[in-house]
Nanobody, 124 residues
């Protein structure tokens, strides 16, 4: 399955954005999906994951602000981001991921190729 993230943009601190991750292929429902971000000069980090059964995990710094979801009928995953902060500024990517629910979020492994990502810029 190929994934492409879109929906980024420029938003003021405290604002909201909803990113989409569109999948091509007929096996979307079989995969867990992860959202990642990479800030300038930093490594790419996982932000949230959603399993095929819709269990979710979040990076501590986004808990309560970000919500990951998926619509299997539309082959699309989402990341709703509220109360955005300047430190959320990054290129956001989605990917298929592999792991077990009791593992730490950072132990989940991205398994697909990386698309172009979508840039989110939060101004102060």
């Amino acid at each position: 399955v190929q994934l492409q993230a879109f929906g980024g943009g420029l938003v003021q601190a405290g604002g909201s954005l909803k990113l989409s991750c569109a999948a091509s292929g007929s096996t979307f429902t079989e995969f867990a999906i992860g959202w990642y971000r990479q800030a300038p000069g930093k490594q790419r980090d996982v932000v949230a994951i959603i399993s095929s059964s819709k269990n979710t995990k979040y990076l501590d710094s986004v808990k309560g602000r970000f919500t990951i979801s998926r619509d299997n009928a539309k082959n699309t995953a989402y990341l709703k981001m509220n109360s955005l902060k300047p430190e959320d500024t990054a290129v956001y990517y989605c990917n298929t991921v592999r792991g077990t629910y009791w593992q730490k979020l950072t132990d989940w492994e991205a398994t697909g190729s990386w698309g172009q990502g979508t840039l989110v810029t939060v101004s102060s």
